[in-house]
Every structure is written in C-alpha cells, then in structure tokens.
Antibody, heavy 120, light 110 residues
C-alpha cells in the first residue's frame, strides 16, 4: 500500500524558516517524480514544486522560486521541502504527492498534508 | 504560471449530467494530452478521477469521463449521485516540468 506521511509543519513567524519531510513507503520511491502541492484554508490546490528521480531537475512555482528548495533522499525514501523567508501567504496545508516516471505523469497518491502557518 | 480557469460552481439534480470546464492556453491544456481531474471532499485528500484527458483509474465509476477540445478540457459526471458533491480540480502539464491546477469547481447535487 502506497503511503506518504508528511511532517514538519507548524507555526512560524513571517520571515522564518521551516523544513517539511515526507516519508514514502509501499512503492519504489526512486522510480517516481515527487511533488509538493499546497492549499490555503478554503482555497484551491496550487502546485509548488517537483523533483525528478535523480534530484537533478527541480522546477518551482514563481511564487516560491528563490525561497523554497525541494530535495529527496532515495536511500531514505524521503522527500523534503526547505522553506525560507516565509510570508503570510504561504500559510497552507502542504501535501506531498507522487507523480509518474516522467514529469508529465499525473499525481496518483497524496499524503494527508502538514499545516504551515506563517503568522506573528 | 496563471491558474487554469474553472467555473466556481456547478450543479445538477440526481441522475442528471453535469460538465465542468477547464480552460488554459496552448502552452498547457492545448499543448499536451496530460490533463487530470481530482475530486476533493471537505476535509479529505484529493483523489484522481481522470488522467491523460480521458483515462479512468481503476475503481473510478464510468459515470466520470473526460475530454478536451483545443485549450479547454472538460469533466462530465453522468447519473449524478449525492456522493459526487465535492470540489473538482483540473490540472495540466505546462511544459518545462511544471504543473498547473485550476481554481476548482464546487459541484452541488440538488
């Protein structure tokens, strides 16, 4: 059974930093692109970033470019999202999600999410 | 990286059909056959209902179907049931390894 379990969310002051983790199990993690998608309270889904199998390709949404860094450790079956210079508008549930073997592959599994709140 | 355009709401009576549109550009929806649709019930995680424009994952009822014409993709739900009431999001590959989502459509079963 595919499982994605996020952790690391919490309350942080604007300008602060946070590191999210996503532990994957039930599939060969290194064979898939992985994504972070966020959803602000009461709002829609917004793609944040993804990473290819070798962690050599890491595109970002314009809204987080230069502030967020995605990475993965295939030996630990874990996906990460390092978030710096956090803003109030970054407040959202952050979902870890599995893509396909290629960047165009659809997201087929989602974690339960971890809530990030940037507020003073 | 503008979001794909979806109507904020849609509705239909049980047994009826409803279609939700998702409009993008030639750089995303119109340029690739990689449009997906997700269903999200309140407080729940999104679930893929359609991928690659019209393919249904196993376990998704055949009442759900997808299509695309030009820069607009569509999700049709036939034989509406009460449990279909949810938010629906489209997404599309947008080139350069980017993904785009639509703003979401709240489907109400009257």
């Amino acid at each position: 059974e595919v499982q994605l379990v996020e952790s690391g969310g919490g309350l942080v002051q604007p300008g602060g930093s946070l590191r999210l983790s996503c532990a994957a199990s039930g599939f060969t993690f290194s064979n898939y692109w992985m994504h972070w998608v966020r959803q602000a309270p009461g709002k829609g889904l917004v793609w944040v970033s993804c990473v290819n199998r070798a962690a050599s390709i890491r595109p970002y949404a314009d809204s987080v470019k230069g502030r967020f860094t995605i990475s993965r450790d295939n030996a630990k079956n874990t996906l990460y999202l390092e978030m710096t210079s956090l803003r109030a508008e970054d407040t959202a549930m952050y979902y870890c999600a599995r893509g396909g073997p290629y960047s165009s592959g659809h997201i087929d599994y989602w974690g339960q999410g971890t809530l990030v709140t940037a507020s003073s | 990286q503008s979001a794909l355009t979806q109507p904020p709401s849609a509705s239909g009576s049980p047994g009826q059909s409803v279609t939700i549109s998702c409009t993008g550009t030639s750089s995303d929806v119109g340029g690739y056959n990689y449009v997906s649709w997700y269903q999200q019930h309140p407080g729940k995680v999104p679930k893929v209902m359609i991928y690659e424009v019209s393919k249904r994952p196993s376990g998704v009822p055949d009442r759900f179907s997808g299509s695309k014409s030009g820069n607009t993709a569509s999700l049709t739900v036939s034989g509406l049931q009460a449990e279909d009431e949810a938010d629906y999001y489209c997404s599309s590959y947008a080139g350069s390894d980017n993904l785009l989502f639509g703003g979401g459509t709240k489907l109400t079963v009257l």
